[in-house]
């Protein structure tokens, strides 16, 4: 068993061997033992490599150097990221290949998802959120707001929520409209009452549209907060809303319903004088 691979120096089977070849196995094993991908050897050990252990391109650890080195074929040089060659071609290529791979840029999203009613993850599911948001609007200074296209048949009913933080005209009635084709519906439908309790008395007040032009929800005050749940918006039916508000002086409840089969795509909500300033948000119910 004298021949050996050229590149790696292992001894390896002839024909001529003794079937029997313990002592063949024993230096094919020793061989490889001795030549690990990357070894920890000290100065003296490679200053005794033999020929065939200096194969070109072996990578050693020089204990003594504390350096990571590469064999010629002959000489072996200390591997620096600074002037080595190979190593600055490796990390070039290394570091094109990451560049390839990771993203132009942040990746963004906009618009609205509409999430499934469940999904399941590492099989455990979990429930999607009742409500999605559909649509808002901010006001400054507004003397009314308007906000089309947010009914659909994607739902059946929605929630709106209007927040005021400042107004210029204290207790006028904030109305509200139904639209469509971005226009106010005025016809003589919208019937609605509404409760008004102080917190300074038990007492009830009652308040009440008949045949209106719009639905009264609230007075205008800052920090007005007023939440209404509106079924059946964009179907071709009576539209009925329920609601509660907190007004500075007093909390109160308010229903309504539009008395006509009239199919809506929007509404407007505007103080009978003066302007506001806040939010309305509109979310649908997810039907299942």
Request: hydrophobic content about 40%; some cysteine.
């Amino acid at each position: 068993m004298t021949q050996q691979l050229t590149a790696l120096g292992f001894p390896y089977y002839q024909g001529t061997d003794s079937p029997a070849g313990h002592t063949q196995q024993q230096a094919l094993a020793a061989a490889v033992d001795l030549q690990p991908g990357v070894g920890s050897f000290t100065q003296t050990q490679i200053n005794a490599f033999t020929a065939g252990e200096k194969r070109a391109g072996r990578v050693v650890w020089n204990s003594t150097a504390g350096a990571l080195q590469r064999c010629d074929g002959s000489t072996w040089v200390t591997i620096d990221i600074a002037t080595d060659a190979i190593a600055q071609s490796r990390v070039t290529n290394l570091t094109s290949d990451l560049a390839a791979k990771a993203p132009s840029a942040s990746p963004t999203f906009t618009g609205t998802v509409a999430l499934p009613a469940t999904t399941t993850l590492n099989g455990v599911t979990l429930t999607g959120g009742g409500l999605t948001f559909i649509a808002s609007a901010a006001p400054s200074g507004a003397s009314a707001v308007n906000i089309n296209s947010c009914y659909s048949a994607t739902y059946d009913s929605y929630r709106v929520v209007v927040s005021l933080g400042a107004v210029s005209v204290s207790d006028a009635i904030l109305n509200f409209r139904f639209r469509v084709g971005g226009a106010d519906n005025t016809a003589a439908s919208y019937y609605g009452v509404q409760n008004y309790t102080p917190w300074a008395s038990a007492s009830s007040v009652q308040g009440q549209v008949s045949a209106g032009t719009a639905f009264s929800l609230a007075y205008t005050t800052a920090g007005l907060v007023v939440t209404l749940d509106i079924r059946g918006p964009f179907a071709s039916e009576n539209t009925h809303l329920a609601g509660l508000f907190t007004h500075a002086n007093y909390g109160a409840a308010t229903y309504g319903r539009f008395a006509a089969t009239t199919s809506f795509d929007g509404f407007s909500i505007y103080p009978a004088s003066g302007t506001i300033t806040g939010r309305v948000m509109v979310f649908g119910y997810r039907n299942s």
